[in-house]
């Protein structure tokens, strides 16, 4: 698979930021999931956000992920307004700009490998199956394409998860605890994959709770009772190609 | 194409909720076809059922016409005539093949065993050759066909059938003789049969047009006509033209000419004989056409009930077919589906299901059809046409409302409500 995200295809914007979060606020009722909470992520940039359960990691990925609105506040993506948008123009980011991967895989349960790979082509522009086979390929799946999820492990599934984040070269991929049900071997996989797509320029969003996939990027944020009490950079973790991100502002 | 991939794969799944959709499909669309099938041809069987029950056109005199409107009575053959030679006439008219039968009248008076009896003369099974060289055979052997007669119709001049309420009056039976002394002379006849109609005609004998003829000296001259002929319900048009014909345009009197109303027919039967008035017999008429709208509306509620009640079955199953699905949705969503994309999706999936179920549905209805058409009239069931593409319509309806909850419910769906339970 050809890797030609934005970020990659013109490395000078690496940097610059691509999220602007400012004072956004989520309630559900009485309960405040995310309480005025502010931030930038730059382009290239690999984010970590930890947290407790209940902490409004989820909450703040959904948002992030064009998969919910804030209660009050401004989320800029590329400089657009994602809290103005109704669900059809999310659903346009969503399917333009994002790859998601998700702790429980989310497969289509009755297609292929290959074909849920396929799904996000079908609904991003046009299917490709040669396309998601080099993507299934580049994830070391090419030879399980044509398995259904419940033939794969753990693992593939989640391999295959990444495949399909990646096989419309998305600016931005979020992953919602990726290693929340893998092994070690595979967690390490995993990991390694997003290693590459930093080193490629793709911006990586990781909700974890796991202190050392936490690590692996070069900017933590971790939150509590929906606010962001403490950020941590750490500048070891810069991509190799690229330049060195820095990470902004935290409440 | 990836649609129709995804669509196949999908199908494979939930079977026992397809096969639950196929069947509600099917047991709908079977049903409310066999009514539809029924109800579009049931015209014609009502008729052709109706019309065993006699006559529907009465021809007078147009003397005995006036008198009979003036002072509300059956005048029967009391004042004026009509020419025997011209009967003929009556399938040389416009809608001359609708006319199935008819049969002359003439009542006369004659003495027997001492005591007045009516005596009407008439064809029984009369060969007749029309100017156009057709061929047929009419008279009250086929208009009076629910007569029933022990013994024989008459086969000869001097046979006649006795009503049963006469012959057991007098005692007679079944090959008797009897001698018939009228105003003009005397004839001798034999009893071929007693017939009991369940009306005013058991009091009656019933004689050959010839013998009542010369009883009452009218040689050549018949009282009245009955006829049975195939028409086409009223509608307001043909009420119009009944109220008054003069008031139509030349379009409307064109299309009330050419189409076999009632009056239509009874109005160029005036126009083929000669001083005679054609008369609808209302009852008969009406009650064809209020039996038919009433049937037709019984099977149209039916048919109507049966696919809502199809509809509801298949609101329950996509509803719980979706919501068991809703992660599935949601992924979708997440990747960025638009809302009418999966609305699509699921709706073709129901689609294909409900089609193989109709398809089903619509062969065992016109089965049913065939069934109820045997059942009820004795003969099939034509399928018109109209039938395939009506249910093709209605089952299409059934489905989309069928599925409107369950798009409700995927409109509503929000991905990151199913796939991090917010």
């Not at chain 2, 509306?297 to 919501?323: D, K, P, Q, R, Y």
């Amino acid at each position: 698979m050809t890797q030609n995200s934005t970020a990659a295809a013109h490395p000078d914007l690496l940097g610059e930021p691509i999220y602007s979060v400012r004072d956004v606020s989520r309630r559900y009722g009485e309960l405040a999931a995310l309480d005025r909470v502010s931030l930038t992520i730059a382009r290239g940039e690999w984010l970590s956000i930890v947290g407790p359960s209940g902490s409004g990691k989820s909450t703040l990925m959904n948002i992030l992920g064009c998969m919910d609105s804030p209660t009050d506040g401004i989320v800029l993506l590329e400089g657009e307004r994602l809290d103005k948008m109704g669900e059809p123009e999310l659903a346009k980011v969503r399917r333009q700009k994002i790859g998601l991967i998700f702790q429980q895989f989310h497969l289509v349960q009755h297609l292929t490998a290959c074909e849920n790979v396929m799904l996000a082509q079908y609904y991003h522009s046009l299917p490709d199956e040669k396309e998601a086979l080099e993507a299934l390929e580049r994830v070391g799946m090419a030879e399980r394409a044509t398995h259904l999820p419940r033939e794969l492990s753990g693992g593939e599934q989640q391999r295959v998860c990444v495949a399909r984040a990646l096989i419309n070269h998305p600016d931005v991929i979020l992953a919602d605890e990726p290693t929340g049900n893998l092994d070690e071997v595979n967690e390490r996989v995993v990991i390694d994959f997003f290693h590459q797509l930093h080193d490629d320029g793709t911006t990586l969003i990781v909700v974890t709770h796991d202190s050392e996939v936490a690590a692996q990027g070069q900017r933590q944020i971790i939150l509590e009772h929906g606010r962001i009490v403490r950020e941590t950079t750490d500048l070891s973790n810069t991509p190799t190609k690229g330049k060195p991100v820095r990470g902004v502002e935290a409440r | 194409m990836f649609f129709w991939r995804m669509i196949g794969r999908a199908l494979r799944r939930q079977v026992g909720k397809r096969l639950m959709i196929a069947l509600t499909i099917l047991l709908g669309s079977s049903l409310a076809t066999s009514m539809f099938a029924v109800m579009l041809d049931v015209g014609d069987k009502v008729q052709a059922e109706l019309s065993s029950f006699g006559a529907n056109i009465e021809v007078l005199p147009e003397g005995a016409s006036i008198v009979s409107d003036m002072y509300e009575v059956d005048s029967g053959a009391s004042s004026g005539s009509i020419r025997e030679d011209e009967l003929p006439n009556l399938k040389t008219i416009f809608w001359g093949y609708n006319i199935e039968d008819f049969a002359p009248f003439l009542s006369v008076t004659a003495t027997a065993e001492g005591r007045e009896i009516a005596v009407v003369g008439t064809w029984f099974d009369h060969e007749l050759s029309t100017a156009t060289g057709e061929k047929l055979s009419t008279g009250v052997a086929h208009l009076r066909d629910w007569w029933a007669v022990t013994g024989s119709w008459p086969q000869a001049e001097d046979e006649v059938v006795v009503g049963s309420r006469l012959a057991a009056e007098l005692g007679w039976e079944t090959g008797d003789h009897v001698t018939l002394d009228g105003e003009n002379g005397r004839v001798d006849a034999t009893i071929s049969g007693v017939f009991e109609s369940g009306s005013d005609e058991d009091n009656q004998l019933f004689a050959s047009l010839a013998v009542a003829q010369q009883l009452a000296n009218r040689s050549g001259e018949v009282g009245s006509i009955e006829v049975r002929a195939i028409t086409t319900p009223d509608n307001d048009l043909a009420r119009e033209a009944a109220s008054d014909p003069s008031a139509l345009s030349a379009d409307e009197w064109e299309t009330w000419y050419c189409t076999a109303y009632v009056g239509s027919i009874a109005y160029q039967i005036e126009e083929a004989m000669t001083n005679v008035v054609a008369k609808p017999v209302r009852q008969v008429a009406d009650t064809e056409g209020a039996i038919l709208d009433k049937t037709q509306l019984i099977m149209s509620v039916v048919a109507i009930f049966a696919m809502i009640a199809a509809s509801l079955g298949i609101a329950n199953l996509v509803t719980a077919s979706v919501m068991e699905r809703s992660k599935e949705v949601g992924l979708m969503k997440a990747l960025g589906a638009r809302n009418t994309s999966i609305v699509g999706v699921i709706l073709t999936e129901t689609m294909v299901v409900a089609l193989i179920g109709g398809i089903v549905g619509f062969g065992v209805g016109v089965g049913l059809a065939q069934l109820v058409g045997h059942l009820v009239f004795g003969s099939g069931i034509a399928i018109r046409p109209i039938v395939a593409p009506l249910m093709a319509l209605v089952i299409l309806l059934t489905v989309v409302v069928g599925c409107l909850p369950s798009m409700r419910y995927l409109l509503k769906l929000r991905p990151a409500q199913v796939l991090h339970g917010r």
